[in-house]
């Protein structure tokens, strides 16, 4: 009841007293100036240019989305043509909702209670109702005083205490009824602060003024970018043997608060930088705060090191040409849509649609779309288009006659078995063809669908828009063999170039009763070149183009060879000698080669056989020290006066001389070996053939 209390109360307070009159500028004649020219792009934004009359001093009002406003104020241009100008533009504010309560003298930011706003309010002068008495006075603030309730119970009320002359009277809240303040300026405040909250909440139109200054008659223009839908196309690729013609259809969306009647429509084709920047909401610089020196000293300051930004690098690509349907140019053309393709695969079925021999699909329908190159654009014109706001219309804009090859495109990554039936097209329109769907129809029969890339005039792409059963394609036989091309020495590494050839053979059966022209796509693979092979038509950075003809009732075998040279390393030092010694007799490595490596095994021989040899002596070294060790504890329980004694003695005593000779012996080797495998890493060091 308290809370209900308070939104009355509240209310009373905001329009009960009277308002102090705010200044309001003139207000100038209203004209409505409509759009004249609408300019889509398919990069997402639009420019929408309206042009009219004003009389003396007028303006305009348009309406966008809140979302809209940092394009409007980004791109806005407007011009009076006969003398006048422009004055100012107006729109909403849109300052942080918080920041804007704040700045009233009565702050509501925190959605505040009464008791709460009436203590901000302290000092002001109010005309308070209360029972069946009314006062006016000041406020001094309000308490919170303890009351005994029903059954002895203690509650918290909000009392307010207001000094009226020289006294001071308590009131408790709930018994007010209506409460004025006395002073219009803080009234007017406390009602901007609640506008602005109804105006924070309407964020779905905001109006922008533009005024203008003059006398008379004037014509005036103005301009702007805005974010659109993007204007899309769809085709119907139209086959017979009269000619082959392409029905381009632009999809187009008044997505605006504005009728277009009549308005100059361009479609523009193309990719222009477009972005959004914020300069619809206010932005405040942050400011440091200063603690006087004084109270606190200066700060020691600590500068990192800095980087310098790298600049971006940018590669420029080789420009490639198109293919003539004549085959007398080969080069790049573009990659086949394979998306389309492989959707197209989940669903095996052949669909012919019949009934339609009846209509010519091309007579009544006519471009009403004039093409024109803008800089790097393409842009389509169509005078004089109506469409209400909030409605989508479809515009022919391309109705010409195109050059197509039909063809079987096949792909084992798209489908292993079968080829795809599709055409080659060349853009003969001169009209830019912007990406989107093309239904095929074939002699007034449908024939499947298809996607198209982005063609500009002159270009050529692959459609493909069904499944070719009549052709059935193998190419599971491929083979693959190495073989080693040549080798080098540099510094201790045996460089081994080893060519890797492979070859794939396609199969295409052809069942059915004409001879077809068949496209084999062909994966690139990088560092592998064709070889043996005939040249390729065209080709993508991902495929191969290869064409011939399949004639009917025979198996046409396209065999494509493919090879690439590696280089192998491996170090001579620790290498197995027994392939050391097969490449030294390997015809394909050249003869200083076999020669340098002949030489390293020679050196590589001499020391393992002194190694052998210290291994012999190591072990017999070994072999005797356990001898030894056997006889000195044979003599430990054999008297030394006994015949045994001296026996054991004597052999100990010859044993000795040997094992001296031994390890002389073994350290001989040690460096022999020493030096020999010296001589062989300083060979191997200073060793470049090849």
Same mark, same amino acid.
């Given at each position: 009841?308290?809370?209900?209390?308070?939104?009355?109360?509240?209310?009373?307070?905001?329009?009960? =007293?009277?308002?102090?009159?705010?200044?309001?500028?003139?207000?100038?004649?209203?004209?409505?100036?409509?759009?004249?020219?609408?300019?889509?792009?398919?990069?997402?934004?639009?420019?929408?240019?309206?042009?009219?009359?004003?009389?003396?001093?007028?303006?305009?009002?348009?309406?966008?989305?809140?979302?809209?406003?940092?394009?409007?104020?980004?791109?806005?241009?407007?011009?009076?043509?006969?003398?006048?100008?422009?004055?100012?533009?107006?729109?909403?504010?849109?300052?942080?909702?918080?920041?804007?309560?704040?700045?009233?003298?009565?702050?509501?930011?925190?959605?505040?209670?009464?008791?709460?706003?009436?203590?901000?309010?302290?000092?002001?002068?109010?005309?308070?109702?209360?029972?069946?008495?009314?006062?006016?006075?000041?406020?001094?603030?309000?308490?919170?005083?303890?009351?005994?309730?029903? +059954?002895?119970?203690?509650?918290?009320?909000?009392?307010?205490?207001?000094?009226?002359?020289?006294?001071?009277?308590?009131?408790?809240?709930?018994?007010?009824?209506?409460?004025?303040?006395?002073?219009?300026?803080?009234?007017?405040?406390?009602?901007?602060?609640?506008?602005?909250?109804?105006?924070?909440?309407? +964020?779905?139109?905001?109006?922008?003024?533009?005024?203008?200054?003059? @006398?008379?008659?004037?014509?005036?223009?103005?301009?702007?970018?805005?974010?659109t839908p993007i204007w899309k196309t769809?085709?119907?690729?139209?086959?017979?043997?009269?000619?082959?013609?392409?029905?381009?259809?632009?999809?187009?969306?008044?997505?605006?608060?504005?009728?277009?009647?009549?308005?100059?429509?361009?479609?523009?084709?193309?990719?222009?930088?477009?972005?959004?920047?914020?300069?619809?909401?206010?932005?405040?610089?942050?400011?440091?705060?200063?603690?006087?020196?004084?109270?606190? =000293?200066?700060?020691?300051?600590?500068?990192?090191?800095?980087?310098?930004?790298?600049?971006?690098?940018?590669?420029?690509?080789?420009?490639?040409?198109?293919?003539?349907?004549?085959?007398?140019?080969?080069?790049?053309?573009?990659?086949?849509?394979?998306?389309?393709?492989?959707?197209?695969?989940?669903?095996?079925?052949?669909?012919?649609?019949?009934?339609?021999?009846?209509?010519?699909?091309?007579?009544?329908?006519?471009?009403?779309?004039?093409?024109?190159?803008?800089?790097?654009?393409?842009?389509?014109?169509?005078?004089?288009?109506?469409?209400?706001?909030?409605?989508?219309?479809?515009?022919?804009?391309?109705?010409?006659?195109?050059?197509?090859?039909?063809?079987?495109?096949?792909?084992?990554?798209?489908?292993?078995?079968?080829?795809?039936?599709?055409?080659?097209?060349?853009?003969? #329109?001169?009209?830019?063809?912007?990406?989107?769907?093309?239904?095929?129809?074939? =002699?007034?029969?449908?024939?499947?669908?298809?996607?198209?890339?982005?063609?500009?005039?002159?270009?050529?792409?692959?459609?493909?828009?069904?499944?070719?059963?009549?052709?059935?394609?193998?190419?599971?036989?491929?083979?693959?063999?190495?073989?080693?091309?040549?080798?080098?020495?540099?510094?201790?590494?045996?460089?081994?170039?080893?060519?890797?050839?492979?070859?794939?053979?396609?199969?295409?059966?052809?069942?059915g009763d004409k001879d077809r022209t068949?496209?084999?796509?062909?994966?690139?693979?990088?560092?592998?070149?064709?070889?043996?092979?005939?040249?390729?038509?065209?080709?993508?950075?991902?495929?191969?183009?290869?064409?011939?003809?399949?004639? @009917? =009732?025979?198996?046409?075998?396209? #065999?494509?060879?493919?090879?690439?040279?590696?280089?192998?390393?491996?170090?001579?030092?620790?290498?197995?000698?027994?392939?050391?010694?097969?490449?030294?007799?390997?015809?394909?490595?050249?003869?200083?080669?076999?020669?340098?490596?002949a030489k390293a095994i020679q050196l590589?021989?001499?020391?393992?056989?002194?190694?052998?040899?210290?291994?012999?002596?190591?072990?017999?070294?070994?072999?005797?020290?356990?001898?030894?060790?056997?006889?000195?504890?044979?003599?430990?329980?054999?008297?030394?006066?006994?015949?045994?004694?001296?026996?054991?003695?004597?052999?100990?005593?010859?044993?000795?001389?040997?094992?001296?000779?031994?390890?002389?012996?073994?350290?001989?080797?040690?460096?022999?070996?020493? @030096?020999?495998?010296?001589?062989?890493?300083?060979?191997?060091?200073?060793?470049?053939?090849?």
């Amino acid at each position: 009841m308290l809370k209900l209390r308070s939104v009355f109360l509240l209310l009373s307070l905001t329009y009960g =007293g009277a308002l102090l009159a705010q200044p309001t500028p003139p207000r100038t004649a209203q004209t409505n100036v409509p759009v004249s020219t609408v300019m889509l792009f398919s990069s997402g934004v639009g420019y929408f240019e309206h042009a009219g009359t004003v009389r003396g001093d007028g303006s305009t009002e348009l309406r966008f989305r809140t979302n809209q406003i940092n394009d409007i104020l980004k791109s806005l241009v407007v011009q009076d043509q006969n003398g006048g100008r422009v004055s100012t533009i107006t729109y909403p504010s849109q300052d942080p909702l918080a920041k804007t309560l704040r700045s009233f003298q009565v702050d509501i930011t925190a959605n505040p209670s009464l008791a709460d706003l009436l203590n901000q309010l302290r000092g002001a002068q109010v005309t308070i109702q209360f029972q069946a008495e009314r006062l006016s006075g000041t406020i001094l603030g309000v308490e919170m005083r303890s009351k005994t309730a029903g +059954q002895g119970e203690s509650i918290l009320v909000a009392v307010l205490n207001v000094l009226t002359g020289a006294t001071i009277r308590a009131i408790e809240l709930q018994s007010v009824s209506s409460l004025t303040l006395d002073d219009a300026q803080l009234q007017a405040e406390l009602t901007q602060a609640l506008t602005s909250l109804t105006q924070a909440r309407d +964020q779905d139109k905001k109006p922008v003024t533009i005024n203008f200054t003059g @006398a008379g008659d004037r014509r005036v223009r103005f301009g702007y970018v805005v974010e659109t839908p993007i204007w899309k196309t769809s085709y119907r690729l139209l086959m017979d043997d009269k000619g082959d013609k392409l029905q381009g259809w632009a999809i187009v969306e008044n997505q605006t608060d504005s009728d277009w009647n009549g308005v100059a429509l361009s479609l523009v084709s193309g990719r222009p930088i477009s972005f959004i920047m914020d300069l619809y909401q206010p932005l405040y610089a942050t400011r440091p705060t200063v603690v006087p020196e004084l109270f606190a =000293g200066l700060r020691p300051q600590v500068y990192d090191e800095g980087i310098a930004q790298a600049r971006e690098r940018e590669v420029m690509a080789a420009r490639m040409e198109s293919r003539g349907l004549s085959a007398k140019q080969a080069s790049v053309g573009a990659a086949i849509m394979t998306d389309s393709l492989r959707r197209r695969v989940m669903n095996l079925s052949e669909v012919v649609v019949t009934g339609l021999s009846d209509m010519d699909m091309a007579a009544s329908v006519q471009s009403i779309a004039s093409a024109a190159k803008m800089g790097a654009l393409f842009k389509y014109t169509i005078g004089n288009v109506t469409l209400p706001r909030q409605k989508s219309a479809m515009l022919p804009i391309i109705t010409d006659t195109v050059a197509l090859e039909r063809i079987s495109i096949y792909n084992a990554s798209v489908l292993e078995k079968y080829p795809l039936t599709g055409v080659r097209l060349k853009n003969t #329109t001169g009209k830019h063809l912007l990406q989107g769907p093309v239904t095929v129809l074939d =002699g007034n029969n449908y024939a499947g669908d298809a996607r198209i890339d982005d063609v500009p005039p002159g270009q050529e792409r692959l459609l493909s828009y069904g499944i070719d059963l009549d052709m059935l394609v193998d190419n599971t036989k491929n083979t693959q063999n190495s073989a080693i091309v040549t080798a080098r020495i540099n510094k201790g590494l045996l460089i081994i170039d080893r060519r890797h050839a492979t070859s794939r053979e396609y199969l295409a059966d052809n069942k059915g009763d004409k001879d077809r022209t068949l496209v084999v796509e062909h994966p690139v693979r990088e560092g592998w070149k064709l070889v043996d092979t005939r040249k390729p038509i065209e080709a993508t950075q991902a495929v191969y183009r290869f064409q011939g003809n399949a004639s @009917a =009732g025979k198996v046409t075998v396209l #065999t494509v060879k493919e090879e690439i040279v590696r280089a192998e390393s491996m170090a001579i030092l620790p290498a197995d000698l027994g392939q050391l010694v097969v490449y030294s007799r390997t015809g394909e490595i050249p003869a200083s080669v076999r020669d340098a490596l002949a030489k390293a095994i020679q050196l590589r021989r001499a020391i393992l056989d002194t190694e052998r040899q210290l291994g012999e002596r190591t072990q017999r070294i070994n072999e005797i020290t356990a001898e030894q060790s056997r006889i000195r504890e044979n003599m430990k329980t054999v008297a030394q006066n006994a015949q045994y004694y001296q026996r054991l003695l004597a052999k100990l005593n010859e044993q000795e001389s040997a094992l001296e000779k031994l390890q002389e012996e073994r350290d001989g080797l040690m460096k022999k070996r020493d @030096a020999e495998r010296r001589a062989l890493e300083e060979y191997l060091a200073n060793l470049t053939v090849g």
